[in-house]
């Protein structure tokens, strides 16, 4: 794909495994979008764009833009180079035609920049948050320190994790994650990376999955549609391992509405 204006990329979206792309959706850092500036190879303002609902997300080599609809485009691209000064922060990313992508932020804004090869930039986006700029920045800082010691740094999160949910039903899933983390703590951390993750929300991102199937399964309740002790805590635990996900950015608030509408839907009709 080739990143032409957002209204006309969209008709060259690239394919991107659906699997990995699903990856990329839950995991990926997310933010919305206030408008997209579009320039001349003058570096002359030709049109502003004001943007509804839509929402920039950023993977280790997935970036895309969505509305509640569909998306406007998505491109896979590669790490080029972080720099780092007083003034001024950027990442930049390129595609498979060596096309650049440059996360910056300056004077306490987040945009992302579409460049030519002379770096003139012919499409920006302004970020409403600046915090999604600082999760990715962090996120490629510490890479490094972090894949050296995997299985350390799960132990980690996985305490930190157990900490701030504060249920006696995690003990159920924590006995899989210890085992896990001790047989393939470098492919998990490989697999998080890879997604743009981190050990935490990965934590998070499986607990919500298991206990939302676990209170589904029928196994907790006392009779039809009405839940146990153990599956009321189960229910709390999906609700606030869900919460987490949305606080760190990993979801957006609609997507977890509708997962706890539906999950409850799902009690109703097992036990």
């Not at 839940?227 to 391992?241: A, C, H, P, V, Y």
Request: proline share 2%; with cysteine.
């Amino acid at each position: 794909m080739r990143i032409v204006t957002p209204e006309k990329s969209i008709e060259n979206i690239e394919k991107i495994p659906f699997i990995k792309f699903i990856f990329h959706d839950f995991f990926g850092f997310r933010c919305e979008v206030l408008d997209a500036s579009i320039y001349s190879r003058n570096c002359e303002l030709e049109k502003k764009i004001k943007y509804s609902d839509c929402y920039l997300t950023l993977s280790r080599d997935i970036i895309s833009l969505k509305n509640n609809k569909n998306y406007i485009w998505k491109v896979r691209v590669s790490l080029f180079e972080i720099k780092e000064n007083n003034t001024i922060s950027s990442i930049s990313f390129v595609n498979k035609y060596e096309e650049k992508f440059s996360l910056k932020v300056k004077d306490k804004l987040g945009f992302l920049y579409f460049s030519s090869e002379d770096n003139i930039p012919i499409i920006t986006l302004q970020l409403r948050d600046i915090s999604f700029s600082k999760k990715v920045f962090n996120h490629f800082r510490d890479y490094p320190k972090t894949i050296a010691a995997p299985k350390k740094t799960l132990f980690s999160a996985l305490k930190t994790a157990e900490k701030e949910l504060e249920n006696e039903s995690f003990d159920l899933i924590k006995v899989h994650f210890e085992k896990a983390i001790r047989k393939k703590a470098k492919t998990i951390m490989d697999t998080i990376q890879k997604n743009n993750s981190t050990p935490l929300a990965w934590i998070y991102g499986i607990t919500s999955n298991i206990s939302g199937n676990m209170v589904e399964s029928g196994n907790y309740h006392i009779y039809r549609g009405v839940l146990n002790e153990e599956g009321q805590r189960l229910l709390k635990l999906f609700d606030d391992s869900t919460n987490k996900l949305l606080d760190m950015g990993m979801i957006e608030k609609n997507y977890a509405t509708n997962q706890k509408n539906t999950i409850r839907e799902n009690i109703k009709g097992v036990g």
